[in-house]
Nanobody
Framework: QVQLVESGGGLVQAGGSLKLSCAAS??????MGWFRQAPGKEREFVAS????????VYANSVKGRFAISRDNAKNTVYLQMNSLKPEDTAVYYC???????????????WGQGTQVTVSS
């Protein structure tokens, strides 16, 4: 049984930083991604990373501010979020699959989500 457990969310002022973690167990998930969902909005892609870490993809809205990384020895993927803006406020979800992309339907495995709130 695959489990993804996120941590690291919280309340931060605009311009601040947070680092999210997602610990995976149960099977190898070669592509890992982060998505987010703000109140009243659809879940949207944030970033993804390949197994080797050599391939990363970012949404335009976070490019240059967020960085996704992974430590396969720890089965953990990270999302470093810098220069946070109020519009980054959302529940952030970790997702994984054998092969994934930027679409939510490409991922079978999801974490429970962690709240990130950015105050102005």
């Amino acid at each position: 049984q695959v489990q993804l457990v996120e941590s690291g969310g919280g309340l931060v002022q605009a311009g601040g930083s947070l680092k999210l973690s997602c610990a995976a167990s149960g099977r190898t998930l070669y592509t890992m991604g982060w998505f987010r969902q703000a109140p009243g909005k659809e879940r949207e892609f944030v970033a993804s990373i390949s197994w080797s870490g050599s391939s990363t993809v970012y949404a335009n809205s976070v490019k240059g501010r967020f960085a996704i990384s992974r430590d396969n020895a720890k089965n953990t993927v990270y999302l470093q979020m810098n220069s946070l803006k109020p519009e980054d406020t959302a529940v952030y979800y970790c997702a994984g699959d054998i092969r994934g992309g930027t679409n939510i339907h490409e991922y079978d495995y999801w974490g429970q989500g962690t709240q990130v709130t950015v105050s102005s």
